[in-house]
């Protein structure tokens, strides 16, 4: 889920905490707003600049939210 803001964007990823996701978002070097327990989400701060110079970290987060194994494509849309 996407939350637009003026300059920036809230990213809510619906995943279970875990110390292997914390570890790869902190060293990204994404901004990683507090862990909504109540949710289950991760939520990152994402600005313009974030998307291109993450690209790699961020499609890796849409697999696992998605529950998709490291080969599959991601598909640019929704197939629900």
């Known amino acids: 889920q996407f939350r637009p803001r003026k300059n920036h964007v809230i990213w809510e990823l619906r995943l279970g905490q875990s110390?292997?996701?914390d570890a790869l978002?902190?060293?990204?070097?994404?901004?990683?707003?507090?862990?909504?327990?109540?949710?289950k989400r991760y939520r990152?701060?994402?600005l313009p600049s974030?998307?291109?110079s993450n690209e790699e970290v961020i499609t890796e987060l849409i697999r696992r939210a998605r529950g998709l194994a490291g080969g599959e494509a991601?598909?640019?849309t929704?197939?629900?």
């Not at 060293?27 to 327990?37: A, I, R």
């Open 19 to 21: 110390d292997e996701l």
């Open 25 to 39: 978002i902190e060293g990204s070097g994404l901004s990683e707003l507090p862990y909504d327990k109540r949710w």
């Open 44 to 46: 990152i701060h994402l």
């Open 50 to 52: 974030d998307v291109k």
């Open 74 to 76: 991601v598909s640019s």
């Open 78 to 80: 929704a197939t629900d």
